[in-house]
């Protein structure tokens, strides 16, 4: 075996935090930043969480960049060289992060403070996986009051590494907290422009459960709650039929699924005499990049709940 490639594998197998939920994490026995928090995040809602919340004492490396998806992501060399650096790691746990496989724990001679949203959620507020409700639906971003239990979390993940800047910390929590509060309103002022009847939401996969349950939508996914499966043709046509049958003006894509399982049921709708349109790109898996005007939370969700009301309507 080449020694460079026995070398990496090494680093690999000696890592161990298991990214798909949150059985394990690094011991956090807390200490004093010298300067700035090195932070390590892995998904862009989290990098972006984690620079709100850290503010100028924290510099941010996010693992994955906009239109990635954390459900097909693996673990690269650099992202180990990251990790190696790191003095707190962020994830968000509930399977979301689920072909990282075991990556992380047991860094030689370093103790990161490990962030993993998961954690810090009542489990009694999360969705369950299709019929499995041993496991949970990652994708809590999309109900701003979870998102505001994933800041609290960050701001004490923080806290605890960085005791100096707790109080700068909960300043930022603070300022965020209300600004999510304020979408929050947003958003329930435009589902209102929605007669109840066309309050229904199809996506490429199904990552809007959170959405529908917070915001009163019934939502289809064409795909199940992780892409990694993939849509087959009685999928297409079953999701067809209930969309012409409701006669469902817009359905949508997501920028970090392919377009044509969107094209093909657009497609298949059409063949069954009604022509739903497709309603835009809905930002699912990822922010959007910085040209999008999209690059943040708030900016994400005030672009999705946009172009859904306005296609719906």
Known sequence: MNHRFEGFLGAILSLSIPLAG???????????????????????????????????????????????DPHLYQAS?????????????????????????EIFENLPGRRPIVICIEEGLDESRLLAWNDDSSIHDPHIWFDVSLWKEAAKTVADGLSE???????????????????????DTYIRNRVKELPEAQRVLITAHDAFQYFGKAYGFEVHGLQGVSTDAEAGTADVSNLANFVAERRIKAIFMESSVAPKTMEALRAAVKAKGFDAVIGGELYSDSLGDAKSGADTYILTVKANIDAIVDALK
């Open 22 to 68: 949150c059985s394990a994490r690094a011991a956090n026995t807390g200490f004093i930043a010298k300067d700035k928090l090195n932070v390590v995040a892995t998904t862009t809602m989290l990098s972006d969480l984690s620079t709100v919340i850290g503010g100028q004492r924290v510099t941010l490396d996010g693992l994955m960049g906009p239109g990635i």
């Open 77 to 101: 060399a650099g992202d180990v060289s990251l990790l190696q650096k790191a003095d707190v790691v962020v994830y968000n746990g509930l399977h979301l992060e689920g072909k990282m496989g």
């Open 161 to 183: 590494a960085d005791p100096d800047g707790k109080a700068d910390y909960k300043a930022n929590l603070d300022v965020y907290l209300k600004e999510l509060d304020e979408m």
